[in-house]
Structures are given as C-alpha cells and as structure tokens.
C-alpha cells in the first residue's frame, strides 16, 4: 500500500436487512426469510386444526396434528438459524470488502474467505454512475457502477453495492477520480514549458489570455 502513496478515501458497503431483501447479494437471505415465514404460517395453520379437532371432538385425529406441529416446530427453528447464519455470514463479507482511494489509482480488496484483490487507474476508468430504486432512496441506499476500458465485458465495470449515503460518497470518488485523471494527463498549453495540473488552473490561464496569447504566438511563428 506503501508505493501507492497516501489513503485519500475507503469505501466499504454497510449492511440493512430489510435493503438485503432485495439486492441480488441478499438473494439467500431473501429466500431463507420467506420459508421462516411461510413455515411460521403453517405452525399457526396446525394450531388452529388442533383448536378445531377439540373443539369438535375428533379425538382420532389429534395425535396426527401434534406430530405434524412438533416436526413445523423443529423445521422453523432450522429455519430460523438458517436465517441467521446467513445474516451474519453477509455481515462478515461485507465487512471483509474495502474499496481504497489513493492520488493515481483505487484498490478493491474482498478478504472474506477466498482473497480478492484489484487495482484499477484512474486513467481507465472512462465513467462513473449511481443507480438507484425508489426503495434505495427511501433507505438512503444506493449502487456505485465504475465503468472501466477493459475489453472484456466482465471486466469493464466494478459495482459497490450497499452504499450508505450514497450522494456523498458518489461526489468524494467522482473528484479524487476526476482529480487523478488530470494529474496522470496534464493538461498543455502552447508554451510546451508549461503544465496545468488542475483544470481551475488551466480556466483561469485562459482568462487571463496566457494559453491564448502563448497559442497564437505559435502559431504566428509557424506561419
């Protein structure tokens, strides 16, 4: 991390069960958490014929009943740590994620179980973008897409899902991006002495008249 100079900013996603619920990265969660219900459905349907064959005196078939609810019983509790586990499985993923901005490129670590590991310079990332649901915004959620020019369509976009206040971290990446682009590719004028490491610099040189005095002198002179 050293030879890539200073940390200027770390991103990682955060976790909400309820916005789990409909991220494609909460996809086990989601179906862990519909049989916890529709087990927790059936326990009560079985309570209820239990109710119903005393109330009427059915004697024959209430044994039936119990084992029936004493096994929907024992499977919502599967359930029910099935859940669990998987919660605290993507805590752990989400936790193991980290995506680190330096002054020239951005590391993207994912250390849970298998380690992955990527950079990527800011002068080949061509675009980036914020998507968002109608859920996202009640929740204050939101998807950062990073577009790249890898060739391979795998390759080209980098997602953060599950940002927290996405607005801000959107604006903070897009001017340490912005900001890295120019630096790799300073801007020239016509006197070839001469860089522009910020774009306000280059704007206030041609108000001036600087580039556009130096530009024509140039040209005046390859004339």
Excluded: W
């Amino acid at each position: 991390m050293e030879e890539k100079g200073e940390v200027l900013y770390e991103l990682g996603p955060k976790f909400d069960f309820f916005y789990e619920l409909t991220m494609p990265t909460g996809k086990k969660m989601k179906s862990s958490f519909v049989l916890v219900i529709v087990t927790i459905i059936i326990n009560v349907v079985l309570e209820f014929a239990k109710s119903f064959v005393e109330d009427y005196d059915h004697f024959y078939y209430m044994p039936i009943l119990k084992i029936l609810s004493v096994v929907g019983l024992i499977i919502l509790g599967f359930m029910v740590l099935l859940l669990i586990a998987r919660i605290v499985m993507q805590v752990l993923e989400y936790k193991g994620i980290k995506y680190t901005f330096y002054k020239n490129c951005m590391v993207y670590e994912n250390n849970f179980l298998n380690q992955t590991k990527k950079t990527i310079e800011y002068s080949n990332i061509r675009e980036i973008e914020i998507r968002r649901t109608l859920l996202d915004r009640m929740l204050n959620y939101g998807v950062i897409i990073i577009y790249t020019n890898a060739e391979k369509a795998y390759g080209s976009a980098t997602v953060i899902y599950a940002v927290k206040d996405i607005e801000k971290h959107y604006n903070n990446i897009e001017k340490i991006v912005h900001s890295g682009n120019i630096m790799n590719n300073p801007i020239k004028t016509g006197d070839v002495s001469k860089d522009f490491e910020t774009h306000d610099q280059f704007i206030d040189a041609i108000n001036t008249g600087e580039v556009e005095t130096k530009i024509s002198n140039e040209e005046n002179h390859k004339e």
